[in-house]
């Protein structure tokens, strides 16, 4: 029963910068790979970016030299700095936390609207 919520989006211009946080409502083991996903209007949704429990990270191509994904195991938090936005990236974006073999266990935040417009 974990519940991953989301802040930090909001209405960015072309170029600009955005941190997205996801804070769980209980610690999340340190074995379970966290992610961001987002989903735009019409489309499906799609990974941005994972980090694993050795902090092995990988990114979509679209956003990769882009956007950084960390973790805080100490505050029991995972980051999304996102840089140099484009109109492209805006959409909801979604936290999840994944078992890397229980599938069972498969966690997901209520999403953070994040728009790129001038």
């Known amino acids: 029963q974990v519940q991953l919520v989301e802040s930090g989006g909001g209405l960015v211009q072309p170029g600009g910068s955005l941190r997205l946080s996801c804070a769980p409502s209980?610690?999340?083991?340190?074995?379970?790979?966290m992610g961001w996903y987002r989903q735009a209007p019409g489309k499906q949704r799609e990974l941005v970016a994972s980090?694993?429990?050795?902090?092995?990270?990988n990114y979509a191509d679209s956003v990769k030299g882009r956007f950084t994904i960390s973790r805080d195991n100490a505050k029991n938090t995972v980051y999304l700095q996102m840089n140099s936005l484009k109109p492209e990236d805006t959409a909801v974006y979604y936290c999840?936390?994944?078992?890397?073999?229980?599938?069972?266990?498969?966690?997901w935040g209520q999403g953070t609207q994040v728009t790129v417009s001038s």
């Open positions: 209980k610690s999340i083991a340190s074995m379970y790979v």
């Open positions: 980090i694993s429990s050795g902090d092995s990270v």
């Open positions: 999840n936390a994944r078992h890397p073999y229980l599938i069972e266990y498969d966690y």
